[in-house]
């Protein structure tokens, strides 16, 4: 197998040194796979790809837009080269189909063993557990594991009312509950099931010892069995070592796909649900649209930002309240009370999770499309192609599942297609990202390798020094000022910051030079910063002082080098440029308030009752050669979810494979809040990456002739980068 990798090829697979700035010939890659496909064409193996590429673009194209390109054989000789070399193309024309490709190769090269994922039969593991050997459940999000546990005890006696049974959910002051149920099931062989044992960090190291004082001469039918969430990163690990060494770790994935989720919401109820609504029909057709909801926001994480904002733990016990809350409300009320509803579940039983404002907008607009009084028409479709079921049993609805829910797809969740080649995409960079991190630290790159380690990253030290511009002079600028109006406060403040930045670039980069060199000690700071170097990543220390970008570290310092050029152009002279590129601000909102407080100024309005509004014009940036008389043209924003029609003049449906369509000129300019348009708008959230929640940045109002709900359930926002 090692002579079967390439190091260079290897490399090119996991870092996707892609050329930056190219513009694609051909229309069905884009600029970024060009790039790719040019860097690979440099490589002896690769020669003429790219003369290939163009010169036969019929066949490419058929092959490049396939369904499952992986599954394809590779137009002309390209055909007949390596696995790893198929994959590295694969890489440049098809990110989105990497993790498939790279099933394919594990499967090809290693066996089957290694693609297929099994889950183990909860009463196995459960043999092997012991008075020592506590069972420890890794929690997933919308799994709960002790319905196992549950499930077991009753086979074998033991249960809440037989008092053998003891749960206790760890939270503030139930520490001690936890001991007494312990101490006490250790002596007459109880169960104990803690649950969410993370929640109490100061407590585990007693925990550890109860369980390893109770490990020896206790009843030989005490059981232990605890769960907790996984940590979020590295270093907030909590759970103590020994607690994980003596447990069996058991880990369920949730089920995936909209068609094993809807199955496993409606496992929770059963026929006697069903009947115990007086109002049966009203009762059934909510139930179903209820659990088609929760399976709904239970699945749309998978679909990152695009998804959710920010992800939340949903489960179970939230759709199970909010039926017993519907049973209650059905019961008290001659009419159904869909407002009533509405707000129950979507601000309190599933909005209790939610913190982030949008998020709560998109869970309020599932329920408005989901529950409304047209559903007792038969006139309401949960999905295209998946009408509201009538009045059936509890079988018949299982049953309408299997037989009438589309295949898996963007457009179950009110999603475009494009989401999935996102996500898909976003999987595969994290894979590769993960891979590159987890090579040997090595000085050679392998056999052949060529450059070292510090080889490389000299080069791009030198390179970053070379290329960084001085510092702004700041009392200079301010010297050419006569007036500090609300804009050249913007422009200033944008330096001040820039200086910061470029300052800590150039003071850690001189300093690695000195330790590379070995006249000065490297530091733990030294070989961080060259850790991210080496792995095209952007040090910790200059995010800390920049703005927010999703981009490697080579993408990202090509775009530093055009904010500094934008900001010289803008302060020689202090003229606001005719069209301002809104996403090389550290912070956009100050500009965007900088709108407003001079038309305040100028026209004596309150800033308080003022707000901005967002006409998108029908050119680009080069059609404009002066600023507007009064608000400012900015560029540079693009759409993800949907595009805007330049024609028509309204938001459109994205074209496939278009997943960031960019935006025309914005005209914005401030008004008076009582004089803002609301009808057939969508209000679009602004955000400075794709990583949107935290990097939020405005509301721009969109002109939509079709329902905003559309839009919401898209996921549609503008972006600053990409």
């Not at 407002?339 to 907008?361: K, N, P, S, V």
């Amino acid at each position: 197998m090692n002579k079967e990798i390439n190091a260079v090829e290897l490399d090119f697979l996991l870092r996707y040194p892609a050329q930056p700035g190219l513009s694609s010939p051909v229309d069905f890659l884009s600029n970024l796979s060009w790039g790719g496909i040019k860097s690979l064409s440099s490589m002896e193996e690769f020669r003429n790809l790219d003369r290939d590429i163009e010169g036969s673009a019929k066949r490419w194209k058929k092959f490049v837009e396939s369904e499952c390109p992986e599954k394809e054989k590779f137009p002309q000789e390209w055909k007949n080269k390596t696995a790893l070399q198929r994959l590295c193309m694969m890489r440049a024309i098809r990110p989105d189909r990497m993790t498939y490709a790279v099933r394919d190769f594990v499967e090809e090269k290693l066996g089957s063993k290694y693609v297929v994922g099994r889950s183990m039969d909860f009463s196995t593991s459960f043999e092997e557990s012991g008075a020592a050997t506590p069972m420890f459940f890794i929690l997933s999000p919308g799994v709960d594991p002790l319905k196992d546990v549950e499930k077991q005890g009753r086979k074998l006696g033991y249960t809440f009312d037989n008092r053998n049974l003891h749960n206790v959910s760890l939270g503030q002051g139930q520490e001690i509950v936890a001991e007494q149920a312990l101490d006490l099931a250790a002596k007459d062989g109880h169960w104990v099931i803690l649950q969410n044992i993370h929640l109490v960090a100061k407590w585990l190291g007693t925990l550890e010892k109860k369980l390893e004082q109770h490990s020896e001469g206790s009843h030989g039918e005490f059981r232990v069995f605890i769960s907790a969430e996984p940590a979020s990163s590295a270093d907030s690990h909590i759970i103590p070592q020994g607690i994980l060494e003596n447990s069996i770790k058991i880990t369920n994935e949730p089920p995936t796909g909209m068609h094993a989720n809807l199955h496993k919401a409606l496992d929770n109820f059963n026929q006697d649900t069903l009947e115990m609504c007086a109002r049966e029909s009203e009762f059934k057709s909510i139930l179903f649209a209820l659990c088609y909801f929760h399976a709904v926001v239970a699945e749309r994480r998978k679909f990152g930002p695009q998804g959710w904002n920010r992800s939340y733990p949903f489960n179970t016990g939230d759709l199970t309240i909010s039926v017993n809350v519907l049973y209650n409300y059905l019961e008290a009320n001659s009419k159904v009370p869909y407002d009533d509803l509405r707000y129950l579940f979507g601000e309190i039983m599933y909005g209790g999770h939610i913190t982030d404002d949008w998020d709560r907008r998109l869970c309020k607009t599932y329920l408005e499309v989901f529950i409304k009084p047209e559903m007792m028409e038969g006139e309401l479709s949960l999905a295209p192609g998946f009408p509201l079921p009538g009045n059936m049993d509890y079988n018949g609805y299982h049953q309408y599942i299997d037989d009438m829910l589309p295949p898996e797809s963007p457009y179950l969740y009110g999603l475009h297609p494009n989401a999935e080649i996102g996500f898909l995409t976003q999987t595969s960079e994290t894979l590769f990202r993960t891979v590159l991190e987890m090579q040997p630290r090595d000085s050679s790159g392998g056999e052949g390798g060529g450059t070292t380690r510090e080889e490389k990253v000299k080069a791009v030290l030198d390179d970053i020094m070379e290329k960084l511009p001085d510092d702004f002079n700041i009392p200079e600028l301010m010297g050419k000022v006569e007036e500090r109006t609300p804009y050249i406060v913007v422009a200033i403040q944008e330096c001040e910051r820039m200086n910061m930045l470029t300052r800590e670039i150039k003071r850690s980069l001189k300093e690695l030079n000195l330790g590379l060199k070995g006249e000065l000690t490297m530091t733990s700071d030294m070989e961080n910063l060259q850790n991210a170097i080496f792995l095209d990543q952007v040090p910790e220390s200059w995010t800390k002082r920049a703005y927010p970008s999703m981009a490697g570290l080579a993408g990202w310092f090509v775009d530093l080098l055009s904010r500094i050029k934008e900001l010289e152009t803008w302060t020689s002279d202090f003229a606001l440029p005719s069209v301002v590129w809104l996403a090389g601000f550290f912070n956009p909102q100050s500009f965007l308030t900088a709108i407003m407080q001079s038309m305040a100024r100028k026209n004596e309005w309150p800033l308080d009752k003022m707000c901005l509004q967002c006409d998108v014009t029908k050119k680009n940036r080069e059609d404009f050669s002066s600023p507007p008389r009064e608000g400012a043209y900015v560029h540079g924003l693009f759409m993800e979810g949907a595009r805007w029609d330049t024609q028509t003049g309204i938001m459109a449906d994205a074209r496939l494979k278009e997943l960031t369509p960019p935006m025309p000129v914005i005209f914005i300019k401030a008004i008076p809040v009582d004089k803002q348009e609301t009808r057939n708008v969508y209000p679009c959230p602004v955000y400075k990456t794709r990583q949107r929640g935290p990097t939020f940045v405005w509301t721009f109002n969109l002109k939509t002739k079709e329902n905003p709900s559309k839009w919401a359930l898209a996921g549609v926002a503008l972006l600053l980068q990409i």
